[in-house]
């Protein structure tokens, strides 16, 4: 079993910036990879990046743009998502994932890659 929590979440004006947080606890030593995925009212769940766990590689989704950076740091069993110059469209539920399975990189941009799941924070951007 693997415990998600995140934190980090907030109302921020459009061009500001935000750092969400993720803490694994219990098997964390079967994490291959974190991955951060939104939803958004009405929309379906989105991939928005993944970090491995060992080797810290990273990918994201094409709509980051170079403005979201996902981070580890494997001695705190947490993993970071820095969200920039965010936009109204940004508004959504953050969430993070486990995958403790192993998939490729074309399986992990997907939510059947991910057998655990945090709760969820809610990001707001404001025009």
């Known amino acids: 079993q693997v415990q998600l929590v995140e934190s980090g979440g907030g109302l921020v004006q459009a061009g500001g910036s935000l750092r969400l947080s993720c803490a694994a606890s219990g098997r964390t030593f079967n994490i291959y990879a974190m991955g951060w995925f939104r939803q958004a009212p009405g929309k379906e769940r989105e991939f928005v990046g993944h970090?491995?766990?060992?080797?810290?590689?990273?990918y994201y989704a094409d709509f980051v743009k170079g403005r979201f950076a996902i981070s580890r740091d494997n001695a705190k069993n947490t993993a970071y998502l820095q969200m920039n110059s965010l936009e109204p469209e940004d508004t959504a539920v953050y969430y993070c994932?486990?995958?403790?399975?192993?998939?490729?990189?074309?399986?992990?941009?997907?939510?059947?890659?991910?057998?655990?799941w945090g709760q969820g924070t809610q990001v707001t951007v404001s025009s």
């Open positions: 970090i491995t766990t060992d080797g810290g590689t990273t």
């Open positions: 994932a486990a995958d403790i399975r192993g998939f490729s990189l074309g399986v992990r941009v997907t939510t059947g890659a991910y057998d655990y």
